[in-house]
């Protein structure tokens, strides 16, 4: 089993700042692509970033210039700084990790249990 746990969601300004953090745990042989999704009140969940184990990142437009992601292959965590926060943001953000298992080699798809993020005046 595969346990993620994310942590630094909560209440910012407009303008403000804050940075997710992701551990993940378990039976893990290696990481390959950890990612950000996020899902707002009444909209679907949607990727957000996502960072390859060679380090190669995508960002949906709406983040681009704001958010960066980043990772930890050692310490088995994802993060995803995130600055000049706007209401749109308003969301819960998931960590999401496609990982290959020390147990039988399967490869697997584990999510996060989410973070609220919310921005508002």
């Known amino acids: 089993q595969v346990q993620l746990v994310e942590s630094g969601g909560g209440l910012v300004q407009p303008g403000g700042s804050l940075r997710l953090s992701c551990a993940a745990s378990?039976?893990?042989?290696?990481?390959?692509?950890m990612g950000w999704y996020r899902q707002a009140p009444g909209k679907e969940r949607e990727l957000v970033a996502r960072?390859?184990?060679?380090?190669?990142?995508t960002y949906v437009d709406s983040v681009k210039g704001r958010f960066t992601i980043s990772r930890d292959n050692a310490k088995k965590m994802v993060y995803l700084q995130m600055i000049s926060l706007k209401p749109e943001d308003t969301a819960v953000y998931y960590c999401?990790?496609?990982?290959?298992?020390?147990?039988?080699?399967?490869?697997?798809?584990?999510w996060g249990k989410g973070t609220l993020v919310t921005v508002s005046s």
């Open positions: 378990g039976s893990i042989f290696s990481i390959n692509v």
């Open positions: 999401n990790v496609d990982i290959y298992s020390d147990l039988d080699g399967m490869r697997m798809v584990y």
């Open positions: 960072i390859t184990s060679g380090g190669s990142t």
